[in-house]
C-alpha cells in the first residue's frame, strides 16, 4: 500500500530556512518523477520543483535560487530545503509522485501525479 507523509513545515520569518521532507513507501520509488507543490488560501495548487529518476531539476521561477530539490532514492525520501523565504512562500505544500517513467524532465501540473500527500503547512511571516 502505497503511503506518503510529508514533515518539516512551520512558522518562520522572513529571510528564514526550513527544509521539508516527504517519505515515500510502498515500494522503490527510484523511477519515478518526483515534485513539491503549493497552494495558497483561494489559489489553485502550483509547481514548486520537480525532479525525474535521473535528477533532472526544474523549479519555478518564484523559486529559483532559494529552493532546492532533492531526493534520497535509498531512504525513499524527497525533500525541499528552502531558503530566504518570503511571504509570498506562505501556503501549504504537497509533495508527489508519478508512475514509473523513463522521462528526463517531470511534468509540471500536479494533474499528472499519481500519490501525494496530505501536505504541511508553512508560514512566513514579515
Known amino acids: 500500500q502505497v503511503q506518503v507523509a510529508e514533515s518539516g513545515g512551520g512558522s518562520v520569518q522572513a529571510g528564514g530556512s526550513l527544509r521539508l521532507s516527504c517519505a515515500f513507501s510502498g515500494y522503490s520509488y527510484i523511477s519515478h518523477c518526483m515534485g513539491w507543490f503549493r497552494q495558497a488560501p483561494g489559489e489553485e495548487r502550483v509547481e514548486v520543483a520537480t525532479?525525474?529518476?535521473?535528477?533532472?531539476?526544474v523549479y519555478a521561477d518564484s523559486v529559483k535560487g532559494r529552493f532546492t530539490i532533492s531526493r534520497d532514492n535509498n531512504k525513499n525520501v524527497l525533500y525541499l530545503q528552502m531558503n530566504s523565504l518570503k511571504p509570498e512562500d506562505t501556503a501549504m505544500y504537497y509533495c508527489a509522485a508519478t508512475w514509473p517513467t523513463g522521462a528526463y524532465t517531470c511534468p509540471r501540473d500536479i494533474i499528472a501525479y499519481n500519490f501525494g500527500g496530505q501536505g504541511t503547512q508553512v508560514t512566513v511571516s514579515s
Open positions: 525532479i525525474s529518476p535521473v535528477d533532472s531539476v
